[in-house]
């Protein structure tokens, strides 16, 4: 991991090139616009700030992107103070592609809304190696390996002017090496809440949720299987989106399974999330499941209307809240008044029709662990170089057990029973169909036929019980803050996280069937936007970086 002289060392880099560009945009008359002196201006704060916001300050010449705070802000609690562990590596190259946006936006114009914006990735995603950064899921394993390009999705936000901040802590391998606490990687180390000290993060995009919560990067890239990015989301605060599967290319995503697995933005608002999905969607010739998505990528950001529940059918599912927290589902009830009174009508209960089978149902774990065998020996045979001579799952578990000092560490993370059983699978009958019941089960007689049986456009639950059946059926769902556990909520013991706590959030889910993102975001937003639940709890104190923009320009 980054050391805070690394993070020292970048910082002083930044000053040279806030240097070069002041004399750059002098030499074109514009230096002392630039140069607007800070007393005259009400910077964002970064804890908060939008894409937006972000962008409208930059556009304005209030700041530059090689202003912006974050390696600061990722110094002050990554691995100082609360040691929140949510950035395994920042990019070495960030200055200098921040220095060359900044140009660009003089000289050219602006290439759109994630023009010089930064954006933190989960470390399964891929990225260029010769500009600095690794790609590891976390693991040892890979460390120093070099991939043959950029993943789709990070190529999408290169061209789109973001830049690539750094490569977030995850749940190792995204939580398929065993039973390990959330938010934990070899790489890593143990990654915690921002919300309730020493909190479980949750996972496996445990890194993208804490990072993005307190203002670390603009926002985050996910991935999600079964869980990883609504159940962070739903723990940090945040929204968060997990697309239909075909909707974001996984081409340089490590893999897990082919018919789960889904790369989604997890961000502070949900116009942010949509900004995002709106740049890495679209076809890949790589990935063939994005070529059963429709022809035009929507700009999801026209789905933003504060009247977007207006007429609209939602159904709950009540049967999937047995397991839920008592506060919770007050909580979420609640929300229903709201919902209503925003315009929309609720059907509840709305029950899945094969709720029983699907509960009793094991295909999923056939479906992923045969995939995961078959997906991760081809990720690792594209690969360029691998130092440690890793050529399989099998030499993946050797590698940990050789290596058990660093990642099967004692006494919580020792665990690699999904490997090894992932490892003695094989493609044959059995596998083919689980696959047709997941889809039977989750889509066509679980999340469609409810839809249709009650005349719904999208399904409500609470956020933490909502992945199953959408990753089965592989579709979407989108989650926003909905509350926060009381005050006087015992906190529980670390082991070696806390599984709760006081203020520790929870979201609400709006689920639908596959490529209806465009409606999910139209309303979430409504909803967003009459609770503005958010900011009603903060991280605690120690979690917030201290680091403004002001306390940055021009030094």
Do not use: C
């Not at 240097?19 to 945009?25: A, E, F, P, S, T």
């Not at 809440?193 to 909190?199: E, K, M, Q, R, T």
Request: proline letters at 6%; zero cysteines.
């Amino acid at each position: 991991m980054a050391s805070a002289g690394i993070f020292s060392t970048r910082l002083s880099l930044l000053t040279v090139f806030v240097l070069i560009i002041g004399l750059v945009l002098s030499s074109h008359g514009k230096g002392s616009e630039q140069a607007v002196t800070s007393s005259a201006i009400t910077f964002p704060d970064l804890y908060e700030a939008s894409i937006a916001e972000l962008q409208d300050g930059l556009e304005k010449g209030h700041f530059l992107s090689v202003d912006l705070a974050y390696f600061a802000r990722i110094e002050e609690v990554n691995l100082q103070g609360p040691a929140l562990r949510a950035v395994i590596e920042t990019n070495p190259s960030a200055l200098r592609q921040a220095a060359e946006l900044d140009l660009e936006r003089r000289l050219k114009g602006s290439r759109g809304p994630l023009h010089g914006i930064p954006i933190l990735l989960k470390d399964n995603i891929a990225t260029l190696h010769n500009e600095g950064m690794n790609t590891t899921a976390g693991s040892f394993a890979l460390l120093g390996s070099v991939v043959p390009r950029d993943a789709h999705v990070a190529a999408q936000l290169r061209a789109a002017g973001a830049i690539l901040l750094g490569k977030a802590n995850l749940s190792e391998w995204a939580h398929f090496r065993g039973n390990v606490p959330s938010g934990f990687s070899g790489r890593g180390g143990q990654a915690t809440s921002a919300y309730v000290p020493l909190g479980d993060p949750s996972g496996s995009s445990s890194g993208s949720g804490i990072g993005t919560s307190i203002g670390l990067a603009a926002a985050a890239l996910g991935t999600e299987t079964d869980g990883s990015i609504i159940s962070p989301s739903n723990m940090n605060n945040l929204v968060g989106i997990k697309p239909t599967v075909g909707l974001t290319s996984r081409a340089g995503v490590i893999p897990i399974s082919a018919h789960q697995d889904t790369v989604g933005p997890m961000a502070r608002s949900v116009a942010d999330a949509a900004t995002v999905l709106s740049i890495i969607a679209g076809r890949d010739p790589r990935d063939n499941f994005t070529l059963a998505q429709p022809p035009i990528v929507p700009d999801y950001t026209k789905a933003l209307k504060v009247d977007g529940l207006k007429g609209v059918r939602l159904g709950v599912p009540r049967r999937f809240f047995t397991r839920t927290n008592t506060n919770i589902v007050a909580a979420f009830n609640a929300s229903l008044d709201t919902i209503r009174k925003l315009g929309a009508t609720i059907v509840d209960p709305a029950d899945f029709p094969d709720f029983e089978e699907l509960e009793a149902s094991r295909n999923e774990t056939i479906v992923t662990q045969t995939e995961f065998k078959v997906g991760i020996n081809e990720y690792i045979a594209e690969l360029l170089d691998v130092p440690t001579g890793v050529k399989n799952l099998a030499d993946l578990i050797a590698f940990n057990t050789a290596h058990a000092d660093e990642e099967l560490v004692q006494p919580f993370w020792t665990d690699q029973s999904e490997f090894i059983s992932s490892e003695n699978t094989t493609v044959g009958q059995a596998f083919f169909d689980a696959v047709a019941a997941d889809k039977d089960l989750g889509a066509t007689r679980g999340i469609d036929a409810t839809l249709k049986a009650f005349r719904l456009d999208a399904l409500l639950l609470p956020s933490a019980v909502a992945p199953g059946p959408a990753a089965i059926a592989g579709f979407p769902i989108i989650s926003v803050p909905l509350g926060f556990l009381p005050p006087n909520t015992t906190l529980a013991p670390a082991q070696p996280t806390r599984s709760s706590g006081p203020n520790q959030p929870f979201g609400l889910a709006f689920m639908g069937t596959a490529f209806s993102e465009f409606e999910l975001f139209s309303f979430a937003f409504a909803y967003e936007q009459a609770t503005h639940t958010r900011l009603k709890q903060l991280a605690f104190s120690e979690a917030i970086p201290k680091t403004q923009l002001a306390d940055v320009m021009g030094k």
